[in-house]
């Protein structure tokens, strides 16, 4: 099970700060990916962190958005700076075992519920 969080209204350029918690003892063998969705589009890919130190961002938020994960704790974390109003989303964590497609939302196992994340100009 995974529970996010740290979602808000926040002004251009601000930051903020996602987490998602995850239960289960196998999380450190899990590919942890982050999307968003925003209204009347699809879910589209973020960023994903795998079980060891690589990580992978989509080309929108290269550079100003940042994952990790403390496996210790069984979490993971978007840290996201200069926010623009395009960022604006409900944005959703998701693990996968074997996610081979790793910007494929269909690659993965498990999902959040989703925190909304609201940028305003």
């Known amino acids: 099970q995974l529970q996010a969080c740290g979602g808000g209204l926040v002004q251009a350029g601000g930051s903020l700060r996602l987490s998602c918690a995850a239960s289960g003892r196998s999380f450190s063998s899990y590919t942890m990916g982050w999307f968003r969705q925003a209204p009347g589009k699809e879910r589209e890919f973020v960023a994903i962190r795998w079980p060891g130190s690589g990580t992978y961002y989509a080309d929108s938020v290269k550079g100003r958005f940042t994952v990790s994960r403390d496996n210790a704790k069984g979490a993971v974390y978007l840290q996201m700076n200069s926010l623009k109003p395009e960022d604006t989303a409900v944005y959703y964590c998701?693990?996968?075992?074997?996610?081979?497609?790793?910007?494929?939302?269909?690659?993965?196992?498990?999902w959040g519920q989703g925190t909304l994340v609201t940028v305003s100009s």
């Open positions: 998701a693990a996968g075992l074997k996610a081979v497609v790793i910007t494929n939302p269909d690659s993965y196992d498990y």
